[in-house]
């Protein structure tokens, strides 16, 4: 089994900065691509940032400059360094990771974890 586990949510003043965590951890023989989104009341959820392998990250031109993502192979956790936050940041923040769960099927399977709220509030 594998389990990803986000922290560091919290309430936090527009113009804070919030770090997120998200660890994986379980039966992991290799961790791909991963991903934070997340979800606000009444909304789809959205991409906010992808971690490739070696680091490189994509972003949302919503948190693009404000966000960073960035990940330790050798922790299989994954973080999301949140400065300048806005009120339209606030949304449940999940962490998404292809995980290779067998060392003889060479198959990437996604998890989710189960999210943090994150909200942006004076």
């Known amino acids: 089994q594998v389990q990803l586990a986000e922290s560091g949510g919290a309430l936090v003043q527009p113009g804070g900065s919030l770090r997120l965590s998200c660890a994986a951890s379980g039966s992991i023989f290799g961790v791909g691509s991963m991903g934070w989104y997340r979800q606000a009341p009444g909304k789809e959820r959205e991409l906010v940032a992808r971690?490739?392998?070696?680091?490189?990250?994509d972003y949302a031109d919503s948190v693009r400059g404000r966000f960073t993502a960035s990940r330790d192979n050798a922790k299989n956790t994954m973080y999301l360094q949140m400065n300048n936050l806005k009120p339209e940041d606030t949304a449940v923040y999940y962490c998404?990771?292809?995980?290779?769960?067998?060392?003889?099927?060479?198959?990437?399977?996604?998890?989710w974890g189960q999210g943090t709220q994150v909200t942006v509030s004076s």
């Open positions: 971690v490739a392998v070696r680091g490189s990250a």
């Open positions: 998404n990771a292809e995980i290779l769960t067998s060392p003889l099927r060479p198959v990437f399977r996604a998890f």
